[in-house]
């Protein structure tokens, strides 16, 4: 089998611990409960009475005491089907037996029943195992359980024949039919919907997988024209040596005429490798790469607040480009998975690294759920009082006139692919990205770039 990177194995489930360790969730649990109660009831009406033929009147059959303790016994092993599914259904099944033969000695005969050895109360209570443990063990358990209910009933038969074997050895294949042919139809649906979650899966690695590789040609597109920006620079500068420093020995002059050729050819080969990056649909982009200079008016028009700290103007063009991506990429997040949250930017720069914060709170959703827990904290704790101390530092704070809830545009669209794209892009200048949910129900992103990065 192939593996694709990225795709999580699927493993053969096993029980959960579900509630008080019997392996179901609450509402299976409210399931198994009620149908085991429903059986108890159904046993202690069919063996509370049984049929006088030579009367033709049903009577009275065991007492009470024995009515309920083995009616209790053949259906309370169904509640660990889940967790122990082979010991529970040979529970069952050896309580139905031991029912069978302690109440026939209790009556006496004419039986309470008039099949030996199973009361129909009692082929339920097996019939109900079988298929719930039978869909814990799958299909090849199911047939093995199956068969060991067959031959015990042939076995108990044995000793005491004509109690309806017929009757009772069809109505057990009948039944067990019908619980097998319950657990196939079952076991097929749980086959198609793991294939199906695998599937999923795989669809979605592969679209991980895509969209890395899409925001890896978008990164070198906006890389060429920042190494591009340079080679010109230097061809150009090479050309015009010459001229602009006399008196160089024709050996000089000829090398700086073989730099300036070198760079063009570099230059060449970066468009033709472009053209490689860029989609077949995508037309060529002439507007200029963005700067971390560029940075405010984005905040601005996203509705969020700004605050920044140093001068962001003079910052290497690689390290500008990767600064206002992440910055777009996060309000673009903060606007779909976050909509109507306040949002809020810091940038700051120091003398060896950017360090950028983008904050959201709640969703307009949760805002209210947050709002009533620290109401709730409030009543607990008395609140202490707090003083919000400036800073020492330089900072310059910008507020938009609307916020993002209110803001009637989105921010300008981002073509990269979320948080792998920003992981992309700060991976590519050695700088460090750190995203998550924050303590009030929000979520932030922290990416550090360092303006000189090693080779």
């Given at each position: 089998?192939t593996?694709?990177?990225g795709?999580?194995?699927?493993?053969?489930?096993?029980?959960?611990?579900?509630?008080?360790?019997?392996?179901f969730?609450?509402?299976?649990?409210?399931?198994?409960?009620a149908?085991?109660?429903?059986?108890?009831?159904?046993g202690?009406?069919?063996?509370?009475?049984?049929f006088?033929?030579?009367?033709?009147?049903?009577?009275?059959?065991?007492?009470?005491?024995y009515?309920?303790l083995?009616?209790?016994?053949?259906?309370?092993p169904i509640?660990?089907?889940?967790?122990?599914?082979?010991?529970?259904?040979?529970?069952?099944?050896?309580?139905s037996?031991?029912?069978?033969?302690?109440?026939?000695?209790?009556?006496g005969?004419?039986?309470?029943?008039?099949v030996w050895?199973?009361?129909?109360?009692?082929q339920?209570?097996?019939?109900?195992?079988?298929?719930?443990a039978g869909?814990?063990?799958?299909?090849?358990?199911?047939?093995?359980?199956?068969?060991?209910?067959?031959?015990?009933?042939l076995f108990?038969?044995?000793?005491?024949?004509?109690?309806?074997f017929?009757l009772?050895?069809?109505?057990?294949?009948?039944?067990?039919?019908?619980?097998?042919?319950?657990?196939e139809?079952?076991?097929?649906?749980r086959?198609?919907?793991?294939a199906?979650?695998?599937q999923e899966?795989?669809?979605?690695?592969e679209?991980?997988?895509?969209a890395?590789?899409?925001?890896r040609?978008?990164?070198g597109r906006e890389?060429h024209?920042?190494v591009?920006?340079?080679m010109?620079?230097?061809?150009?500068?090479?050309e015009?040596?010459?001229?602009?420093?006399?008196g160089?020995?024709p050996e000089?002059?000829?090398?700086?005429?073989?730099?300036?050729?070198?760079?063009?050819?570099?230059?060449?080969?970066m468009?033709?490798?472009?053209?490689?990056l860029?989609?077949d649909?995508?037309?060529?982009?002439t507007a200029?790469?963005?700067?971390?200079?560029?940075v405010?008016a984005?905040?601005?028009?996203?509705?969020?607040?700004l605050?920044?700290?140093?001068?962001?103007?003079e910052?290497?063009p690689?390290?500008?480009?990767t600064a206002?991506?992440?910055?777009q990429?996060?309000?673009?997040?903060?606007?779909?998975?976050?909509?109507?949250?306040?949002?809020?930017?810091?940038?700051?720069?120091?003398?060896?690294?950017?360090?950028?914060?983008?904050?959201?709170?709640?969703?307009a959703?949760?805002?209210?759920?947050?709002?009533d827990?620290?109401?709730?904290d409030?009543?607990?704790?008395?609140?202490?009082?707090?003083?919000?101390?400036?800073?020492?530092?330089?900072?310059?704070?910008?507020?938009?006139?609307?916020?993002?809830?209110?803001?009637?545009q989105?921010?300008?669209?981002?073509?990269?692919?979320?948080?792998?794209g920003?992981?992309?892009?700060?991976?590519?200048?050695?700088?460090?990205?750190?995203?998550g949910p924050?303590?009030?129900g929000?979520f932030?992103?922290?990416?550090?770039?360092?303006?000189?990065?090693?080779?």
């Amino acid at each position: 089998m192939t593996s694709v990177p990225g795709a999580p194995q699927r493993q053969r489930q096993t029980p959960r611990g579900g509630v008080d360790g019997l392996g179901f969730s609450r509402t299976e649990l409210l399931t198994v409960v009620a149908t085991v109660c429903g059986l108890i009831l159904f046993g202690y009406a069919d063996l509370h009475v049984r049929f006088d033929e030579a009367h033709g009147v049903w009577r009275r059959g065991a007492e009470d005491s024995y009515v309920w303790l083995f009616a209790i016994l053949r259906a309370l092993p169904i509640l660990w089907c889940r967790r122990h599914p082979l010991i529970a259904f040979t529970a069952t099944l050896a309580g139905s037996a031991l029912a069978g033969a302690a109440l026939a000695s209790v009556v006496g005969a004419p039986l309470p029943w008039s099949v030996w050895p199973w009361s129909p109360s009692s082929q339920l209570c097996v019939l109900t195992a079988l298929v719930v443990a039978g869909w814990e063990v799958g299909r090849r358990r199911s047939m093995e359980m199956a068969t060991a209910y067959f031959l015990l009933t042939l076995f108990l038969q044995t000793l005491r024949p004509g109690y309806g074997f017929v009757l009772s050895i069809g109505s057990v294949i009948g039944g067990s039919a019908l619980a097998v042919g319950c657990l196939e139809l079952l076991h097929d649906r749980r086959d198609a919907r793991q294939a199906l979650a695998v599937q999923e899966e795989l669809t979605e690695a592969e679209r991980e997988r895509r969209a890395l590789l899409e925001e890896r040609a978008r990164i070198g597109r906006e890389l060429h024209d920042v190494v591009a920006h340079h080679m010109s620079l230097l061809a150009v500068q090479a050309e015009t040596a010459p001229f602009r420093i006399t008196g160089q020995s024709p050996e000089a002059e000829a090398e700086f005429l073989s730099i300036a050729s070198v760079s063009r050819e570099a230059l060449n080969d970066m468009r033709k490798l472009l053209g490689l990056l860029r989609a077949d649909s995508a037309e060529a982009e002439t507007a200029p790469q963005p700067r971390l200079a560029d940075v405010p008016a984005l905040v601005r028009e996203a509705g969020a607040e700004l605050e920044t700290v140093g001068d962001l103007a003079e910052v290497p063009p690689l390290i500008g480009v990767t600064a206002y991506r992440v910055v777009q990429e996060s309000l673009s997040n903060a606007r779909r998975h976050a909509r109507g949250a306040e949002v809020s930017v810091r940038i700051a720069r120091t003398g060896e690294e950017v360090r950028i914060e983008v904050r959201n709170g709640p969703s307009a959703g949760d805002a209210q759920q947050v709002a009533d827990n620290a109401l709730e904290d409030e009543r607990k704790d008395e609140p202490g009082d707090e003083s919000d101390s400036g800073s020492d530092s330089e900072t310059t704070t910008e507020a938009a006139p609307e916020s993002a809830a209110a803001s009637d545009q989105d921010p300008e669209p981002a073509a990269g692919q979320g948080i792998i794209g920003m992981r992309e892009r700060v991976l590519l200048v050695h700088g460090d990205l750190e995203t998550g949910p924050t303590a009030n129900g929000g979520f932030a992103v922290t990416a550090v770039l360092p303006l000189e990065s090693d080779a």
